[in-house]
């Protein structure tokens, strides 16, 4: 299917694919690479890192391994460089909302909390900030979960778009001349 989308985008003289991220923006053109890096390093550690929904549930247990009770463990994978291993978690979690529904990631480079403040912006409209979900996830724990946070993402992206595909195919029906045949 999604070549199928390439070859018609392509035809119409539009890129192939969209961009992963705001070509303005420095630190929206890091979430992708930390991303990576982030499944590289939950992967070196047995942890399902291959950019799947259910893959989100492996960053429920990361937290709750080495960070419960929201306090990182000293020696654990959170006790040291916190704020970069929770930008990585953001943006693996962002990165597999964005490759389900499309996306965007867009930041402000001024911002002094940029990296905190990144968004995703989804193909639909909406827009998601997975960076302050992983802190929230630190401080208020499993009810912060973040595969509950991905899962419900990518359904409302979807009941989003086929809303907006449904309604696009009633304008466009009732725009078509009707000819009604009597049967005889």
């Not at 018609?8 to 991303?35: Q, W």
């Not at 991905?150 to 086929?162: F, I, L, N, T």
């Amino acid at each position: 299917m999604a070549a199928l989308w390439r070859r018609i985008r392509t035809k119409l003289g539009m890129p192939a694919a969209l961009p992963a991220s705001d070509p303005a923006s420095e630190i929206a053109a890091e979430a992708p690479p930390a991303a990576d890096w982030m499944a590289t390093a939950l992967a070196s550690y047995s942890y399902r890192a291959d950019f799947s929904l259910a893959s989100l549930r492996e960053i429920d247990r990361f937290f709750d391994e080495n960070a419960p009770g929201g306090k990182p463990i000293r020696d654990a994978l959170l006790g040291e460089d916190l704020p970069r291993r929770l930008f990585g978690l953001g943006a693996y979690t962002g990165e597999v909302i964005r490759r389900r529904c499309g996306g965007l990631w867009t930041g402000n480079d001024a911002d002094p909390e940029a990296p905190f403040n990144l968004a995703l912006r989804l193909q639909q409209g909406s827009t998601i900030w997975p960076m302050q979900r992983m802190m929230k996830r630190l401080t208020n724990g499993p009810e912060d979960s973040v595969y509950f946070y991905g899962y419900v993402a990518v359904r409302e992206a979807r009941r989003q778009s086929a809303l907006r595909h449904f309604w696009a195919a009633v304008e466009w029906i009732g725009r078509r001349p009707c000819v009604l045949r009597r049967r005889r």
